[in-house]
Nanobody, 117 residues
Framework: QVQLQESGPGLVKPSQTLSLTCTVSGASITTTYYLWGWIRQPPGKGLEWIGDISYSGRTYYSPTLKSRASISRDTSKDQFTLQLSSVTPEDTAVYYC?????????WGQGTQVTTSS
């Protein structure tokens, strides 16, 4: 059974870059058709898709975050990473990593990130 675990700082200062890592166990991030993604939920709001990285390394981003978001991976560690630049208080949210496989989604537990000086 796949498990995903987010890690990274819980507090980021405005204008800095948010960096989170998702560590995957129970599966390889290069397995065909797996799609690995980042989603967030700001306080009092719904889920917002940030972007995905596929099993082949191709990336996809939300149009609203594309200019600031970057997703990369380390296949030797079965990890993928989100970097979000120039953060503002509006980037405060619970950030989730997830795996999508043929319509089924597995989620990490989420990690709170707060943008504040």
């Amino acid at each position: 059974q796949v498990q995903l675990q987010e890690s990274g700082p819980g507090l980021v200062k405005p204008s800095q870059t948010l960096s989170l890592t998702c560590t995957v166990s129970g599966a390889s991030i290069t397995t065909t058709y797996y799609l690995w993604g980042w989603i967030r939920q700001p306080p009092g709001k719904g889920l917002e898709w940030i972007g995905d990285i596929s099993y082949s390394g191709r990336t996809y981003y939300s149009p609203t975050l594309k200019s600031r978001a970057s997703i990369s991976r380390d296949t030797s560690k079965d990890q993928f990473t989100l970097q979000l630049s120039s953060v503002t208080p509006e980037d405060t949210a619970v950030y989730y990593c997830a795996r999508n496989y043929l319509g089924d989604t597995d989620w990490g537990q989420g990690t709170q990130v707060t943008t504040s000086s």
